[in-house]
């Protein structure tokens, strides 16, 4: 049986509104397919791998930001945007790796709940492969990744007729003090962490792709087939 196709676009250092309209760009396309395709083998949809050009907050479907909150953030140089993916609250800025999976979940024989804990095993499978085996995901309300008590990696999706969009944030040498203006993902009482700072060494994003694709390719089951990003 053939494996599930994936295309790669891997953006680099785009500011997030890039990000956003081409992951809007790939929804269009896949929610235009016909119903018979949706079987496992086809293609499947897009892999939007990016960094972040500039400091961005973003509010999930729960909100997150007050208007005075987000007054606030502007006014230290950073963008604030509402998006349509779960969760409240959180920060995306350089030096974090960003992945947008525009994937159609019938062709992975996957359900939203199991789409969301295969991202928190590609984020755990790369800290593994990074030198961190502690790594670990947590139930809700703690989606995403953690290193005991903090989180190296925010987990947000949106899927709507089987199709995802939004995905994961992992934190490689972002600067963690931009986390402190905000309660990231509502959760009170915990922090963040990053690669470079686990690990007591400069880690980039650049640095942990390879080992980032190695790892979607082994838990979604598919190919991956290098996109360029104008198409």
């Given at each position: 049986?053939?494996?599930?196709?994936?295309?790669?676009?891997?953006?680099g250092?785009?500011?997030?509104?890039?990000?956003?309209?081409?992951?809007?760009?790939?929804?269009?396309?896949?929610?235009?397919?016909?119903?018979?395709?949706?079987?496992?083998?086809?293609?499947?949809?897009?892999?939007l791998?990016?960094?972040?050009?500039?400091?961005?907050?973003?509010?999930?479907?729960?909100?997150?930001?007050?208007?005075?909150?987000?007054?606030?953030?502007?006014?230290?140089?950073?963008?604030?945007?509402?998006?349509g993916?779960?969760?409240?609250?959180?920060?995306?800025?350089?030096?974090?790796?960003?992945?947008?999976?525009v994937?159609?979940?019938?062709?992975?024989?996957l359900?939203?709940?199991?789409?969301?804990?295969?991202?928190?095993?590609?984020?755990?499978?790369?800290?593994?492969?990074?030198?961190?085996?502690?790594?670990?995901?947590?139930?809700?309300?703690?989606?995403?990744?953690?290193?005991?008590?903090l989180?190296?990696?925010?987990?947000?999706?949106?899927?709507?007729?089987?199709?995802t969009?939004?995905?994961?944030?992992?934190?490689?040498?972002?600067?963690?003090t931009?986390?402190?203006?905000?309660?990231?993902?509502?959760?009170?009482?915990?922090?963040?962490?990053?690669?470079?700072?686990?690990?007591?060494?400069?880690?980039?994003?650049?640095?942990?792709?390879?080992?980032?694709?190695?790892?979607?390719?082994?838990?979604?089951?598919?190919?991956?087939?290098?996109?360029?990003?104008l198409?």
């Open positions: 049986m053939r494996l599930p196709a994936v295309r790669l676009l891997q953006l250092r785009v500011p997030y509104a890039e990000v956003l309209e081409l992951q809007e760009y790939w929804l269009k396309r896949l929610q235009a397919e016909p119903d018979t395709k949706a079987r496992p083998g086809d293609e499947a949809g897009a892999l791998l990016s960094e972040p050009a500039g400091p961005v907050y973003t509010a999930g479907l729960r909100g997150g930001l007050t208007p005075e909150e987000a007054a606030q953030l502007r006014a230290l140089g950073a963008e604030v945007r509402a998006t993916r779960g969760g409240l609250a959180t920060f995306h800025g350089p030096g974090q790796l960003l992945c947008h999976p994937l159609d979940l019938r062709r992975f024989g359900r939203l709940r199991t789409h969301v804990s295969a991202l928190e095993a590609c984020a755990v499978r790369l800290c593994e492969l990074q030198g961190l085996p502690t790594a670990r995901a947590r139930p809700p309300p703690y989606t995403g990744v953690w290193l005991g008590e989180k190296i990696c925010a987990i947000g999706v949106r899927c709507g007729k089987h199709i969009s939004h995905g994961l944030a992992l934190n490689c040498c972002t600067d963690l931009w986390f402190d203006r905000i309660v990231p993902c509502g959760l009170v009482g915990t922090g963040v962490t990053s690669l470079s700072k686990e690990l007591q060494r400069y880690v980039t994003v650049d640095e942990v792709m390879p080992l980032f694709l190695e790892a979607f390719k082994e838990t979604y089951k598919c190919t991956l087939t290098l996109e360029d990003c198409n």
